[in-house]
């Protein structure tokens, strides 16, 4: 699978098997959170084998069921980009379990008490559940690429194919509240839209899809 078609096929799964994930996925998932630590200067952390913070009643209010691991995303409270940042790294995360046969939810309210390690000038920003799936979930609807962005039918075929990949991207509650715009020399400016909850981690997760759709090489960020 290319990553083209692995963003095409995560969509968010609540309820999971009683299927363990194997030391040696364990290995690969925490090396690659290793990895983006280091590049981010996050703390993300994924709790194998914990069943509590599923069994709220908020976790059952969001129909989730059988969640024993989840990924943590921690951060310093200080750093003014940790939303985005969060958004960026975790849905990247996401994907590396979706090309391992794993199945995500991004988490923001419906969940209970993590056991994660936040230090005083950490911040626990938002969890995704991993595991694997009942189901493969379904494609979520989504607004107009042409609402999303000012895609054209001038517009470089780079920037058609970054829009088609945001618009897989998951969103809280599927708001999709964001603008891309190709600018000149092949610079392009995301924004969040409005101030619902979230919509910061919404860009970041959109913006890696974006990134990994259009390709790195054919744009600068503006
Ligand atoms: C930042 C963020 C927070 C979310 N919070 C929750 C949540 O608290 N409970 C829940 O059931 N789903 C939550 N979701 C999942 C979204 O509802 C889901 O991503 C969206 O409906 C799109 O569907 P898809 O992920 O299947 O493409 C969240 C998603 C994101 C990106």
Wanted: glycine letters at 8%; one cysteine or more.
């Amino acid at each position: 699978m290319d990553i083209k078609e692995v963003m095409a096929a995560r969509h968010s799964v609540r309820q999971y098997k009683s299927e363990d994930i194997s030391d040696e996925e364990r290995i690969i998932l925490d090396e690659y959170v290793r990895k983006l630590n280091e590049e981010s200067g996050l703390h993300i952390q994924i709790i194998y084998n914990e069943t509590e913070c599923f069994m709220s009643r908020m976790a059952k209010y969001g129909k989730f069921e059988g969640v024993e691991n989840y990924i943590c995303m921690v951060g310093k409270k200080a750093d003014k980009d940790l939303e985005e940042k969060c958004g960026y790294y975790g849905e990247l995360l996401v994907l590396k379990a979706q090309e391992m046969g794993l199945n995500t939810c991004w988490v923001g309210l419906t969940h209970g008490t993590t056991r994660s390690e936040v230090e005083k000038d950490e911040k626990e920003v938002i969890v995704i559940s991993l595991g694997y799936g009942k189901t493969q979930g379904v494609p979520h609807k989504s607004k107009s690429l042409y609402k999303l962005s000012n895609l054209t039918e001038y517009s470089p075929e780079w920037f058609e194919e970054g829009m088609k990949a945001v618009e897989l991207a998951p969103t809280a509650i599927n708001q999709q509240k964001f603008f891309f715009e190709c600018l000149d020399n092949n610079r392009v400016s995301a924004r969040a839209v409005g101030f619902a909850a979230y919509t910061k981690v919404d860009l970041g997760i959109a913006k890696a899809h974006f990134e990994l759709g259009a390709g790195k090489e054919n744009f600068t960020w503006a």
